[in-house]
C-alpha cells in the first residue's frame, strides 16, 4: 500500500494539482490529470494541506510534500471571509464564489494546519489551527448561528455528520499534545456521545438523520443510511476507543460495521452502495446504487481495523475483497489514481479523476493508515 502512495497517488496529484502561481490547490482534473475548470475547492486546500503534511510526517520526509503543504497553507486566508468562516468555492486566485452554511471547510482548514503544524512547528500556523477550530465548533455548538438547510418549525431534524467530522476534527487537534489537550479531550468525548447515544444507531442501521430530540423519523430522509458515512464513523468510533481505552467505544464501533455490512454491501455486483432506505422502500437520491471512491476507502479502514482489535476473520476476508474489487474496478493502471464515480454494475459513470468533492483525501487517507498497519499491525503510530 505504501508503494502505491508515493509511487502513485501523491504523485498524481503533485504532477498535476498544485497551482504555484496562484497558491492552492486545483481538484477539477480529468482522467489522465488535466485541468477541466480552475474553481478551487475549499474544503480540499483543508485536506491536501493535511494530506501532504502527514504523508510528510508520518511516510516520508518528501521535501516534494512540504513545499506543496506550504503553497496550499499560504492560500488558506483567501478562502476565509471576514467574519473567520471560510467559504465554498473560490476563483483559482482566491475570490469568494459560494459560502454554504455547514462548517466542514473550517473543521478541513483545522486539521490540515495541525498536521502541517507539526511538520514545521511554527507558532502561527497552530494559532490558525485552533483559530479554524473554534470557528467550527461554535457553529457546532451554535455559539455561532448557522442558516438552517430546510425549515425547523415543520421539520427539525439533526444529522449525523457534524458530529462524526468534529470527533475526527478533535482527534487530530488533541495529537498536538499542547496545554488544550483536555479541552480537545472533552470535545472528543462529547462528539463519541452524540454519535453513539444520538438517536442515529439503531439496531438495525446508523440512521443520516433524526429529530433533535433524536427520535425516528419515518420519512424519505428519516429513513436513510449512508454505508460510506456509517463505515466512517465506525472507525472514528473505534480509534477513539483505542486512544482512550474505551472498550465500549470499541464495541460499538463493531456494531456499527455489523448492522451496516448487510445494508450496503452489492451481493450482486460488490462494493458499497452510496444510500439505502431503512425500511427497503425506494430512496430519493437518484445515485444511490452507484459506487463512489470514498465510501469503499471508509470501508476498507473500517474491516482492517475492527481484524485488527478482534481478530475475526470474517473482518479480514471482507477487506480484502473489498481491496481487490477496488483495485479491479476503481484503480486507473493506465494514469494513475483512482476513478470516483462507477455504475452499480461497476462500470465508469465518468472519467475524472477530481472534483469540488474528489480530489486528495480520502484515498491517500486509507493507503497511509493501511501502509502504517502493514508495517506496525496496528493503528496507533498513524493517530500521533
Given at each position: 500500500?505504501?508503494?502505491m502512495l508515493?509511487?502513485?497517488i501523491?504523485?498524481f496529484?503533485?504532477?498535476?494539482?498544485?497551482?504555484y502561481?496562484?497558491?492552492?490547490?486545483?481538484?477539477?482534473?480529468?482522467?489522465k490529470?488535466?485541468l477541466?475548470?480552475?474553481?478551487k475547492?475549499?474544503?480540499?486546500?483543508?485536506?491536501?494541506?493535511?494530506?501532504?503534511?502527514k504523508a510528510?510526517?508520518?511516510?516520508?520526509?518528501n521535501p516534494?510534500?512540504?513545499?506543496?503543504?506550504?503553497?496550499?497553507?499560504?492560500?488558506?486566508?483567501?478562502?476565509?471571509?471576514?467574519?473567520g468562516?471560510m467559504?465554498?468555492t473560490?476563483?483559482?486566485?482566491?475570490?469568494?464564489?459560494?459560502?454554504r452554511?455547514?462548517?466542514?471547510?473550517e473543521?478541513?482548514?483545522a486539521?490540515?494546519?495541525?498536521?502541517?503544524?507539526?511538520?514545521?512547528?511554527?507558532?502561527?500556523?497552530?494559532?490558525?489551527?485552533?483559530?479554524?477550530f473554534?470557528v467550527?465548533?461554535?457553529c457546532f455548538?451554535g455559539?455561532r448561528?448557522?442558516a438552517?438547510?430546510?425549515?425547523?418549525?415543520?421539520?427539525?431534524?439533526?444529522a449525523l455528520s457534524?458530529a462524526m467530522?468534529?470527533?475526527?476534527?478533535?482527534?487530530?487537534m488533541r495529537?498536538?499534545g499542547?496545554d488544550?489537550k483536555?479541552?480537545y479531550n472533552?470535545?472528543?468525548?462529547?462528539c463519541l456521545?452524540?454519535?453513539?447515544?444520538?438517536?442515529?444507531?439503531?439496531?438495525?442501521?446508523m440512521l443520516e438523520?433524526?429529530?433533535?430530540d433524536?427520535?425516528?423519523v419515518?420519512?424519505?430522509?428519516?429513513r436513510?443510511?449512508n454505508?460510506?458515512?456509517s463505515l466512517?464513523?465506525?472507525?472514528f468510533v473505534?480509534l477513539?476507543?483505542v486512544?482512550?481505552?474505551?472498550?465500549?467505544?470499541i464495541d460499538?464501533?463493531?456494531?456499527?460495521?455489523?448492522i451496516?455490512?448487510?445494508?450496503?454491501?452489492?451481493?450482486?455486483?460488490?462494493?458499497i452502495l452510496?444510500?439505502?432506505d431503512?425500511?427497503g422502500?425506494p430512496?430519493?437520491q437518484?445515485?444511490?446504487?452507484?459506487?463512489?471512491w470514498?465510501p469503499?476507502?471508509?470501508?476498507?479502514?473500517?474491516?482492517?481495523l475492527?481484524y485488527?482489535?478482534?481478530?475475526d476473520?470474517?473482518?479480514g476476508?471482507?477487506?480484502e475483497e473489498l481491496?481487490?474489487?477496488?483495485?479491479?474496478?476503481?484503480?486507473?493502471?493506465?494514469?494513475?489514481?483512482?476513478y470516483?464515480y462507477?455504475?452499480?454494475?461497476?462500470?465508469?459513470?465518468?472519467?475524472?479523476?477530481?472534483?469540488i468533492?474528489?480530489?486528495?483525501f480520502?484515498?491517500?487517507?486509507?493507503?497511509m493508515?493501511m501502509?502504517v498497519m502493514d508495517?506496525?499491525?496496528a493503528?496507533?503510530?498513524?493517530?500521533?
Amino acid at each position: 500500500m505504501k508503494k502505491m502512495l508515493v509511487e502513485n497517488i501523491l504523485p498524481f496529484w503533485l504532477e498535476h494539482s498544485i497551482d504555484y502561481k496562484n497558491g492552492g490547490i486545483y481538484t477539477q482534473v480529468d482522467e489522465k490529470g488535466e485541468l477541466f475548470g480552475t474553481d478551487k475547492s475549499v474544503w480540499f486546500q483543508g485536506r491536501a494541506l493535511w494530506t501532504f503534511s502527514k504523508a510528510y510526517n508520518l511516510i516520508e520526509q518528501n521535501p516534494k510534500y512540504l513545499k506543496a503543504a506550504e503553497n496550499i497553507y499560504n492560500f488558506l486566508p483567501k478562502c476565509t471571509d471576514t467574519d473567520g468562516r471560510m467559504f465554498f468555492t473560490v476563483t483559482e486566485d482566491g475570490k469568494k464564489l459560494q459560502k454554504r452554511t455547514y462548517y466542514f471547510s473550517e473543521t478541513f482548514a483545522a486539521i490540515g494546519c495541525a498536521e502541517y503544524y507539526k511538520a514545521t512547528k511554527r507558532p502561527e500556523v497552530l494559532a490558525a489551527a485552533k483559530q479554524y477550530f473554534t470557528v467550527a465548533y461554535e457553529c457546532f455548538t451554535g455559539v455561532r448561528q448557522t442558516a438552517p438547510k430546510g425549515s425547523p418549525e415543520n421539520q427539525n431534524m439533526k444529522a449525523l455528520s457534524p458530529a462524526m467530522i468534529m470527533l475526527s476534527t478533535a482527534q487530530v487537534m488533541r495529537s498536538i499534545g499542547d496545554d488544550d489537550k483536555e479541552f480537545y479531550n472533552t470535545v472528543a468525548t462529547e462528539c463519541l456521545n452524540e454519535v453513539l447515544n444520538g438517536g442515529y444507531l439503531t439496531d438495525r442501521g446508523m440512521l443520516e438523520s433524526v429529530s433533535v430530540d433524536g427520535a425516528f423519523v419515518d420519512s424519505p430522509d428519516g429513513r436513510i443510511v449512508n454505508p460510506g458515512h456509517s463505515l466512517e464513523a465506525a472507525w472514528f468510533v473505534m480509534l477513539e476507543g483505542v486512544l482512550t481505552d474505551n472498550q465500549q467505544a470499541i464495541d460499538a464501533g463493531k456494531k456499527i460495521i455489523d448492522i451496516t455490512l448487510p445494508l450496503g454491501w452489492d451481493e450482486k455486483y460488490g462494493g458499497i452502495l452510496m444510500f439505502v432506505d431503512i425500511n427497503g422502500r425506494p430512496p430519493l437520491q437518484l445515485e444511490w446504487d452507484m459506487k463512489k471512491w470514498w465510501p469503499q476507502c471508509e470501508a476498507m479502514i473500517a474491516l482492517r481495523l475492527a481484524y485488527q482489535l478482534f481478530g475475526d476473520e470474517k473482518y479480514g476476508k471482507k477487506y480484502e475483497e473489498l481491496k481487490a474489487y477496488c483495485e479491479k474496478y476503481f484503480v486507473d493502471p493506465t494514469y494513475g489514481e483512482w476513478y470516483g464515480y462507477l455504475h452499480y454494475d461497476n462500470t465508469v459513470s465518468i472519467s475524472l479523476k477530481g472534483n469540488i468533492f474528489k480530489g486528495p483525501f480520502h484515498i491517500p487517507r486509507l493507503y497511509m493508515i493501511m501502509a502504517v498497519m502493514d508495517e506496525d499491525g496496528a493503528i496507533d503510530r498513524y493517530a500521533q
